[in-house]
């Protein structure tokens, strides 16, 4: 049975209150924006609509998150392997994520920060991807997953560590008595954050492909059947009410 929007819109409110009152809320939440490509296909759109309709979309998600309490939003725009594809349909996309970044910037509302590696992306993106998150806004933690695969970030933190102990001129000896899980998450793109505690993915997909692989050791996951650009608030307190539900042991 189809429900009308009186009846989601009951429907919500009684799933946002039995959150509320449950007491067991993820901080930070990270989410596969998955979909856009197969969403646009299915309505006879081209990529460049779907990849559109997914980064509006994107507002809506933080303010739900907001509604709820979590302090911390990643939200993977954008991957290493996803650099592969053809120039035609790149370029479009990269153009959106930059227009999207813009935009939440001149919003205001969010605390932007990028993660990945921006040097994988032409100069001229990935200076107007600084540029858009430079102010510092205020509210919600949101990191931008731009050019990020998770393989490639804890390559980039190993170095990171080796290249600042080799600035203070400590021996290879002496690194690598040093070298730990701490050391490494130090050099993280997330250091200083806590660690997701809810990973969402849409479009039916159940892999992570790399996402967060660092931090996410102790993550709950919840995989939705919605193509991202149909991905709804209903969705996502179900998303929630199913990290309320489970006994986290933590590797215990």
């Known amino acids: 049975?189809?429900?009308?929007?009186?009846?989601?819109?009951?429907?919500?409110?009684?799933?946002?209150?039995?959150?509320?009152?449950?007491?067991?809320l993820p901080r930070h939440v990270g989410v596969i924006l998955d979909g856009n490509r197969r969403w646009?296909?299915?309505?006879?759109?081209?990529?460049?609509?779907?990849?559109?309709?997914?980064a509006d979309r994107i507002t809506e998600l933080l303010e739900w998150s907001e509604e709820v309490g979590v302090q911390v939003v990643t939200l993977w725009m954008l991957s290493t392997d996803n650099l592969q594809r053809e120039?035609?349909?790149?370029?479009?996309?990269?153009?959106?994520?930059?227009?999207?970044?813009?935009?939440?910037?001149?919003?205001?509302r969010w605390r932007l920060q990028l993660v990945g590696n921006l040097d994988l992306l032409p100069s001229d993106v990935a200076d107007r991807l600084k540029a858009a998150a430079s102010d510092p806004g205020r509210g919600?933690?949101?990191?931008?997953?731009?050019?990020?695969?998770?393989r490639t970030e804890i390559v980039d933190a190993v170095r990171s560590f080796l290249l600042t102990n080799a600035e203070d001129g400590r021996s290879l000896d002496d690194v690598a008595r040093d070298l730990s899980m701490e050391s490494i998450a130090r050099h993280l793109y997330t250091t200083g954050q806590p660690d997701p505690d809810l990973v969402i993915r849409t479009s039916g997909e159940q892999r992570l492909s790399g996402f967060l692989m660092w931090q996410s050791a102790h993550s709950e996951y919840y995989f939705c059947d919605a193509y991202w650009p149909d991905f709804r608030r209903v969705d996502f307190l179900r998303a929630l009410r199913s990290f309320s539900q489970r006994h986290r042991r933590r590797g215990r």
């Open 40 to 54: 646009a296909k299915q309505s006879g759109a081209t990529a460049a609509e779907g990849h559109r309709r997914g």
């Open 1 to 24: 049975m189809r429900l009308t929007a009186p009846l989601y819109r009951a429907y919500e409110g009684r799933l946002l209150h039995s959150l509320k009152t449950s007491g067991r």
């Open 140 to 150: 919600l933690h949101v990191n931008i997953a731009v050019a990020y695969g998770g």
């Open 87 to 108: 120039e035609a349909e790149l370029r479009p996309l990269l153009e959106i994520i930059v227009g999207a970044v813009d935009g939440l910037a001149r919003d205001g």
